[in-house]
């Protein structure tokens, strides 16, 4: 059970003068289960990546299929396998429009049929996994909320269609540290109970490092590494830069000491950890 | 030096709508003085942006009062000098682009103030210069990154020949290499060309590179100072929800273990040498 790419390419605008090819000669597999973090410079085909995960583009070339069935194709088979990717745009708040969260929540499980007894029961369940308080919020306008509110009400519509795999597009973009501190605890939260397999775009490259088992780099449309957090980190600096991305703040600052002759453990992903390891280091002197 | 925005008593009152009133500014005192690059951080809902608009006159205080250059923002005669003075970048690059073509969308500004076509030209020649986007002078907009929207939006500005510039999150949508794109196009402008910087930021490595820091928090100024006397209390930017940069909270750490690191450290560079003279 997989989202598998094979060959993909995509080009826009193509027998124009601005033809421009966006994703060349992808070849990926997400498995079930997996926390996939995707980065990469603007332009380097992560959102047009993305797009294709649930047939919201369809390849110019290659073949995307999700648990088995090609996405592309016509049919019932097609659209369910479709929506088994639920996909969280970038800023997904804009995109709340009902009175209350719970009606904003039970949108799209009621447009694709849900009868209302199980609607009710997922959405008291997302709201649950989200952390919003069904009694506080349920009867509350979307638009009132805090912006780290809105944002988990907009991910709690998308978690209800159930689906096995959860895309989100900069989750915490705008958000002040402690909204994205929450957002994340989320997305962590709900991952490790549900095992729903996630894929996250995001420039916050620290976190990424500590929530991702799984990091794809993007560059030029291609994907240019693919490995553990602490193997790209510590290991591909070079090709880092070149796809235009920065390694996490901490794990540049363990590098500046290591530069300085100390010998830091610099696959550390935690400040607890690289207190730590930075301690036993100068203790030793 | 001089005061460019001053800022007395200042107050501002939303009627939410339950229609209870919101207080997003409690009594706000600061100047920003000519030349300065001030960054202003805290959470959301703390007023900075609220306090950004009313810079340039997009707000108008419930009370106190706002000078821009000497010119009071609640005397509606004044509030199109002031507007031309002082530029607004916002966060969604998207937002604030206006026509099909870059040169048109820098021009846009210049135009409505009735400047001649041949000095609107030039001046859009020098402001895409400056901001490195001449290449993409006759370019469409929407085909270009995050970052290069961003520029060509303050690009549009400088096309104004505003002399301060206010930015509300100009980085919160974009990547690494588009935020560092801003970020030294904007210091650059600070200090080859002495334009006044409001740089609202979430990012505290934004903060550093700024002259003066304000920290808001619930409608008011509770931390002021420079970026190395805000961000070595790492404690109280906690409380407050904000991050603190890494060398900054290391530092703090290994103050804790008894290690002996002096105040004030900010920076990576700074604590490396500190550890390791």
């Given at each position: 059970m997989s989202i598998i790419l094979e060959n993909v390419n995509y080009i826009y605008m193509k027998k124009t003068p601005y033809e421009k090819t966006a994703i060349k000669n992808i070849n990926l597999e997400i498995k079930r289960g997996e926390f996939i973090g995707i980065i990469g410079h603007t332009g380097s085909g992560k959102s047009t990546l993305l797009q294709h995960l649930n047939g919201l583009l369809k390849p110019?070339?290659?073949?995307?299929?999700?648990?088995?069935?090609?996405?592309?194709?016509?049919g019932e088979a097609a659209r369910n396998a479709k929506r088994s990717v639920g996909m969280v745009f970038q800023y997904p708040e804009h995109q709340l429009f009902e009175e209350t969260v719970y009606e904003d929540i039970a949108f799209g499980p009621r447009n694709i049929g849900i009868e209302e007894s199980e609607v009710d029961r997922r959405v008291k369940r997302v709201m649950d996994m989200v952390g919003l308080g069904f009694d506080q919020f349920a009867k509350r306008t979307p638009f009132q909320l805090s912006g780290g509110q809105m944002r988990r009400v907009a991910i709690a519509g998308v978690i209800a269609l159930e689906p096995a795999y959860l895309i989100l597009d900069e989750p915490s973009a705008g958000l002040d540290p402690r909204g994205r501190d929450e957002i994340f605890g989320q997305i962590i939260k709900m991952y490790k109970n549900t095992g729903i397999t996630v894929v996250?775009?995001?420039?916050?490259?620290?976190?990424?490092?500590?929530?991702?088992?799984?990091?794809?780099?993007?560059?030029?449309?291609?994907?240019?590494?693919?490995?553990?957090?602490?193997?790209?980190?510590?290991?591909?600096?070079?090709?880092?830069?070149a796809a235009g991305v920065s390694v996490p703040p901490l794990t540049a600052l363990m590098n500046t000491f290591k530069q300085y002759g100390l010998a830091v453990d610099h696959t550390v992903v935690t400040m607890d950890a690289a207190v730590d390891s930075l301690l036993t280091v100068v203790g030793r002197r | 030096m001089e005061p460019f925005i001053t800022v007395k008593d200042m107050c501002h009152i939303y009627a939410a709508q339950d229609g209870n009133e919101v207080k997003a500014l409690d009594n706000i005192n600061l100047s920003i003085y000519k030349g300065e690059f001030v960054a202003i951080i805290g959470a959301n809902g703390s007023g900075k942006s609220t306090l950004a608009k009313h810079f340039n006159a997009l707000l108008i205080p419930s009370s106190g009062t706002c000078h821009v250059n000497g010119l009071d923002?609640?005397?509606?005669?004044?509030?199109?000098?002031?507007?031309?003075?002082?530029?607004?970048?916002?966060?969604?690059?998207?937002?604030?682009?206006?026509?099909?073509?870059?040169?048109?969308?820098?021009?846009?500004?210049?135009?409505?103030?009735?400047?001649?076509?041949?000095?609107?030209?030039?001046?859009?020649?020098?402001?895409?210069?400056?901001v490195g986007m001449e290449e993409y002078r006759y370019h469409s907009p929407h085909l270009l990154s995050g970052g290069q929207k961003q520029r060509v939006a303050i690009a549009g500005v400088l096309a104004m020949q505003s002399n301060c510039l206010v930015l509300d999150e100009p980085?919160?949508?974009?990547?690494?290499?588009?935020?560092?794109?801003?970020?030294?196009?904007?210091?650059?402008?600070?200090?080859?060309?002495?334009?006044?910087?409001?740089?609202?930021?979430?990012?505290?490595?934004?903060?550093?590179?700024?002259?003066?820091?304000?920290?808001?928090?619930?409608?008011?100024?509770?931390?002021?100072?420079?970026?190395?006397?805000?961000?070595?209390?790492?404690?109280?930017?906690?409380?407050?929800?904000?991050?603190?940069?890494?060398?900054?909270?290391?530092?703090?750490?290994?103050?804790?273990?008894?290690?002996?690191?002096?105040?004030?450290?900010?920076?990576?560079?700074e604590l490396v040498v500190a550890i390791c003279p």
């Open positions: 110019t070339s290659g073949t995307v299929h999700v648990d088995g069935q090609d996405i592309n194709l016509k996250l775009v995001s420039h916050n490259m620290e976190d990424v490092a500590r929530m991702a088992n799984r990091l794809i780099v993007m560059k030029d449309g291609e994907i240019s590494l693919d490995g553990s957090p602490i193997e790209i980190f510590s290991g591909f600096q070079g090709q880092l830069k | 923002t609640t005397d509606s005669a004044n509030i199109w000098l002031v507007r031309q003075l002082v530029g607004m970048v916002f966060q969604n690059p998207d937002n604030q682009i206006v026509a099909a073509v870059v040169e048109e969308d820098v021009a846009f500004g210049p135009e409505n103030l009735g400047v001649q076509p041949g000095e609107i030209s030039a001046r859009v020649t020098e402001a895409l210069h400056v980085t919160a949508m974009l990547d690494p290499k588009g935020r560092q794109e801003v970020l030294s196009t904007v210091c650059q402008l600070h200090q080859e060309r002495k334009i006044t910087v409001v740089y609202i930021t979430h990012f505290m490595e934004e903060a550093v590179a700024a002259d003066r820091v304000i920290v808001m928090n619930r409608g008011k100024v509770v931390m002021e100072g420079s970026p190395a006397q805000i961000f070595s209390q790492v404690t109280r930017l906690k409380e407050l929800g904000l991050d603190v940069p890494v060398a900054a909270e290391m530092a703090y750490r290994l103050r804790q273990h008894n290690i002996k690191i002096p105040e004030g450290i900010i920076t990576d560079e």
